[in-house]
């Protein structure tokens, strides 16, 4: 168990009272130190710590310290100081507090060197983290505020514990210091949430409520509302203001006594709060000269980690595969497989149809293994190992090491064994650092151009940039918190069990759900009277060739470990097998067993949602790789056919050909204002379809499959596909017991998403008959479909009532789950403060839907009135949040060439900022104001990278672009040695640059 803590003392008796906090028994230690100690006028203090700076030695006499303060020792200690006079002079005296210890801090540069002038700078200190020397503790880089500093602190399996100290501005400090700092705070901890565990403490100066805590204040004052609303957004916890936390209500007292207030708080993460053993504000002690008490946290940090997948299947290397070993696969693959050419539909049953499969995927896992390289991973050995002549290096120093060891180890160049050995030790350093800047300019180079080619392609080379990302595996059961592999497991094992079993939702309509069990027969039987033209015709090489090129590299296989680039690299015997299979499916009309096995595997939804809450996380299923590519292949034929039918609707905005949530939300907004700008208002509900994928019912969107026309002989391999589907869930680095899957067309399949589509088609179809929602000029929009998400449109409640109950009417029908709780409803209007909710309420069945005065859909961010304040307030945030994201990375002084920096700032941070700035209309100054203040944050970040300009760096000024223009303009304090000349043949660029990047977005959004 690991122990935290927050204590409170003063620079000239430092000594005795970090002392006096470590024996108290405690982890982290929050500490602040009093002004000076000429102001408490206590004599018997002042004998008791003359003693103990006479003789440091004494502290550690039990006979010394009272008898509730015996010294214990306990395995860990970390000592956060926050402390309004700690200027930068004494950071480095935190050194010599004791042996045992070792420091990092930060002071307000502020603070003037006089100690007469400090008086005017009250409000303006240090802070500073001391931690025990054998603890892996590495001090992190964090910018924007020199109130917070933040360390990572290493736990077992390479996991961390991030501890993020903060001394957030007093009072007598302008407001808009406090929201900065806080800012700081929260940028870095969506910084590290991702990659660990976070610990807040300090001092954090404002008054929040007991909504908080049962010991906190009645009312929130103003900064503490900023702070509630932080602590809320961040799911967070104030361990030492609930009622189970021991000690005193408060944690600060005024010089004269007379106030008390808590102010100082540590926060943790509301999802680990089983793991604080105990909190504990302390009494006031004789050696505490502070105006503030301490506070203890007993915290059990080890146990939140995943453990090490030492069971992960072995995968082929691709890229890593050189042409010599392609060619021996696709050789080995031929000798194997042409004898399958032979092979003719009508002489095949079922049983031979799983024998050829299974026959294949061994062949090509067996050639793979024989001839391609395995993904290997060594945690020991760095990537840049690879590099130059390292190994062989490395291999000669450790012989030549070995026979200095075999002669005694000698010392002395007159040893020749000792002069070799030490030789060749200096030759490997110098390969090992020359490969290491190869390995990481390499790196750097494919950030910059996957930043320029795509910004997923970019994200994708940071995630493999960074550490590895290891997963909390806590989980709520029965509401108790799991962390047992085990059983969390089988936990998800048996939660996505019964999401496959049909529902039972009491509104279901029985009726109808025998009369379309009857009627599947009936149409099984039709189907062979019916000559679709989907599968007609017998599936051709060209149409295989096109369906694998159409498939990306590098994504997950199913349970057979087969991934795209076994076919695509397979040669062109494999692929002919491959077509020869895939038209005896059609000719069987059915898949075999290996197609109808699944691995589910679990994704966060991400967001402010509970991580312990099963029911906010997605489930992907894997398939086999040749499913999705007969799979793909007969999607091909389908979009074709759709496209001469009509389908799907034009209300649907999801999984279409240049349509998606930008166009959602522009047929939305533009339908609203237009209601606007005639004095109209207008009424939305945003549905929520639970589950959607998983539940869909399996006979009904059979029966619409056949009623859109595809009735023929796709219809009945789709049919048979459904039966004796399996599925297992993969957690931790092992599968589950295998279970039924008797509905839902599962997230990850190639048709899944057409597959839903279809079901839901009808429901706009209905909406746009029935003559309700909005009519502008001649188009009419009663709804607008995004997949699954379901948002209605009227001019009046009662209008939006009659929608909901079509849309009740038709859940019934086809057996969807429309979950009320988490719907919500709308009231649009040209007022400038959101109106009370509407007298009249709605209801989906017979249960009421909420009203709201904001709604995020679409991932843009809709207000009452539509103005674009709260999306671009959000834009902003997200903008930030990539800034930090980027110096992780490489973006920073010490990081990746400047002017390679500076692309990647403006190809990732600025889409961030201005995704669905489309619809940004009419912006207030305090939304023109929050993206000058997230410009300048990415200033700031610009600024960091040109500390270390050199004139090397740059090429011909003839040829800079003009973001390297700019960059030369902020470090021309560091080229000054330049020619005038050429720094005058620069200067119209670098103005025109200026210009443009101070006014891009304002001329944007005039436009």
């Keep these: 168990m690991s122990r935290i803590t927050a204590d409170a003392p003063e620079e000239d008796v430092i000594n005795s009272v970090v002392s006096y906090a470590a024996n108290r028994g405690v982890k982290v230690t929050f500490m602040r130190i009093l002004k000076y100690w000429n102001d408490i006028e206590h004599p018997t203090y002042t004998a008791k710590l003359n003693i103990l700076e006479q003789d440091y030695a004494s502290a550690t006499d039990p006979n010394f310290w009272p008898e509730n303060v015996l010294i214990r020792e306990w395995e860990d200690h970390i000592a956060v100081v926050t402390e309004h006079w700690l200027p930068p002079e004494q950071l480095n005296f935190l050194e010599s507090i004791d042996s045992n210890f070792r420091s990092f801090g930060r002071s307000d540069n502020r603070i003037p060197i006089d100690i007469e002038q400090r008086s005017h700078f009250r409000g303006c200190g240090g802070i500073a983290v001391l931690w025990r020397n054998h603890l892996k503790v590495t001090p992190l880089l964090s910018e924007g505020s020199d109130r917070v500093i933040v360390v990572a602190v290493q736990l077992h399996d390479k996991s961390f514990l991030y501890v993020i100290g903060a001394l957030l501005p007093s009072t007598n400090r302008p407001l808009y210091e406090y929201q900065e700092a806080l800012e700081c705070v929260s940028d870095l901890f969506d910084r590290y949430s991702e990659q660990g565990q976070i610990i807040i403490l300090g001092d954090l100066n404002a008054h929040i409520s007991k909504k908080f805590g049962e010991k906190n204040h009645e009312r929130a004052n103003e900064r503490g509302l900023i702070l509630e609303n932080f602590i809320h957004e961040k799911q967070l916890l104030s361990a030492n203001s609930q009622d189970w936390s021991l000690g005193c209500d408060f944690t600060f007292v005024s010089y004269d006594g007379q106030h008390h207030s808590l102010i100082d708080h540590i926060l943790v993460e509301s999802s680990k709060c089983d793991l604080v053993a105990s909190c504990e504000t302390h009494d006031d002690h004789f050696l505490n000269v502070s105006d503030h008490l301490p506070v203890t946290i007993d915290y059990e940090a080890e146990l939140c980690v995943t453990r090490t997948h030492t069971n992960a299947p072995r995968t082929v290397n691709w890229k890593k595969a050189t042409f010599e070993e392609k060619t021996k696969y696709v050789s080995q693959l031929d000798e194997s497989l042409s004898h399958l050419l032979n092979l003719r539909d009508s002489s095949i049953n079922f049983d031979q149809l799983e024998s050829i499969v299974k026959y294949i995927v061994a062949t090509i896992r067996e050639a793979a293994n024989a001839n391609l390289p395995i993904k290997r991973y060594r945690p020991f050995l760095k990537p840049y190992w690879n590099y130059g002549h390292v190994k062989e290096l490395h291999n000669a120093m450790r012989q030549r090491r070995a026979n200095w060891l075999k002669e005694g180890r000698p010392r002395g160049h007159n040893y020749e064994s000792y002069k070799v050995y030490k030789e060749s030790k200096r030759e490997f350093r110098k390969s090992l650092d020359e490969a290491r800047k190869t390995y990481e300019e390499k790196q750097m180079e494919e950030l910059q151009e996957a930043a320029e080619i795509d910004i997923g392609t970019f994200?994708?080379?940071?995630?493999?940039?960074?550490?590895?990302?290891?997963?909390?595996?806590?989980?709520?059961?029965?509401?108790?918190?799991?962390?047992?592999?085990?059983?969390?497991?089988?936990?998800?094992?048996?939660?996505?069990?019964?999401?496959?079993?049909?529902g039972t939702q009491p509104h279901f309509d029985a009726d109808f759900k025998e009369e379309v069990q009857r009627n599947i027969g009936q149409m099984y039987m039709n189907s062979f009277n019916n000559q679709n033209t989907i599968c007609k015709k017998n599936i051709r090489f060209d149409e295989l060739t096109k369906a694998i090129g159409d498939m990306k590299n590098g994504k997950a296989g199913g349970h057979d470990s087969i991934i795209v680039e076994h076919i695509r690299y397979g040669g062109t015997v494999l692929k002919k097998v491959l077509v020869i299979l895939f038209n005896i499916i059609i000719d069987l009309e059915d898949y075999p067993k290996h197609f109808k096995k699944g691995i589910v595997i679990t994704l966060f939804k991400g967001g402010k949602k509970d991580r312990l809450d099963m029911h906010n996380y997605r489930d992907i299923t894997l398939t086999p790789v040749l499913q999705k590519i007969f799979e793909k292949i007969m999607y091909q034929r389908i979009s074709k056919y759709c496209l001469k039918v009509g389908f799907p609707n034009k209300l649907q905005q999801g999984f279409r050909p240049q349509c998606g949530s930008i166009t959602a939300a522009f047929t939305a907004k533009e339908s609203i204002c237009h209601f606007l700008e005639r004095n109209s208002k207008v009424f939305a509900a945003f549905l929520d379809n639970a589950k959607?994928?998983?539940?869909?019912?399996?006979?009904?969107?059979?029966?619409?499959?056949?009623?859109?026309?595809?009735?023929?002989?796709?219809?009945?391999?789709?049919?048979?596909?459904?039966?004796?589907?399996?599925?297992?869930?993969?957690?931790?680095?092992?599968?589950?017991?295998?279970?039924?899957?008797?509905?839902?067309?599962?997230?990850?399949?190639?048709?899944?998403?057409?597959?839903?589509?279809?079901?839901?088609?009808?429901?706009?179809?209905?909406?746009?008959?029935?003559?309700?929602?909005?009519?502008?000029?001649?188009?009419?929009?009663?709804?607008?479909?995004?997949?699954?998400?379901?948002?209605?449109?009227?001019?009046?409640?009662?209008?939006?009532?009659?929608?909901?109950?079509?849309?009740?009417?038709?859940?019934?029908?086809?057996?969807?789950?429309?979950?009320?709780?988490?719907?919500?409803?709308?009231?649009?209007?040209?007022?400038?403060?959101?109106q009370s909710e509407p007298t009249t309420s709605c209801s989906l069945g017979n249960t009421a839907i909420g009203w709201v005065t904001s709604k995020v859909y679409a991932g843009i961010t809709l207000c009452h009135n539509l103005k674009p304040d709260l999306q671009i307030a959000s834009s902003c945030k997200k903008g930030r949040k990539a800034v930090n994201s980027l110096i992780s990375v490489g973006i920073h002084q010490n990081g990746m060439n400047p002017l390679k920096s500076v692309r990647i700032i403006k190809s990732v941070v600025l889409p961030t900022i201005l995704y669905g700035c489309e619809l940004w209309a009419d912006p207030t100054k305090s939304s023109s104001k929050e993206l000058e203040r997230t410009q300048s944050s990415g200033d700031v970040l610009l600024e960091h990278v040109v500390n270390t300009l050199k004139v090397s760096d740059y090429v011909k000024l003839d040829s800079l672009e003009e973001d390297e223009q700019y960059l030369f303009l902020l470090g021309s304090r560091m080229v000054m040695d330049i020619d005038d000349s050429e720094w005058e043949n620069c200067i119209t660029g670098v103005a025109h640059c200026v210009e443009q990047m101070l006014f891009e977005v304002s001329t944007f959004l005039e436009a």
């Design 692 to 834: 959607a994928f998983n539940s869909v019912w399996i006979n009904g969107l059979l029966v619409k499959v056949y009623r859109l026309g595809i009735n023929g002989k796709f219809w009945r391999i789709l049919h048979n596909s459904f039966a004796d589907v399996t599925a297992c869930v993969l957690y931790d680095g092992e599968t589950s017991d295998a279970y039924p899957i008797e509905q839902g067309v599962g997230q990850g399949r190639t048709l899944s998403a057409w597959l839903f589509l279809v079901m839901i088609d009808d429901l706009a179809v209905r909406l746009e008959d029935s003559g309700l929602g909005l009519h502008v000029q001649s188009v009419h929009i009663p709804c607008v479909f995004l997949a699954d998400d379901t948002l209605l449109l009227a001019a009046s409640i009662r209008s939006l009532q009659m929608q909901l109950g079509i849309v009740h009417d038709y859940a019934k029908l086809w057996r969807l789950n429309y979950n009320s709780t988490k719907s919500s409803l709308m009231q649009f209007s040209n007022r400038k403060r959101p």
């Design 459 to 502: 994200y994708k080379a940071v995630r493999k940039k960074k550490c590895h990302k290891f997963a909390s595996n806590e989980l709520r059961i029965e509401n108790e918190i799991s962390r047992d592999s085990d059983t969390n497991r089988k936990a998800w094992a048996e939660h996505y069990k019964n999401l496959a079993k049909p």
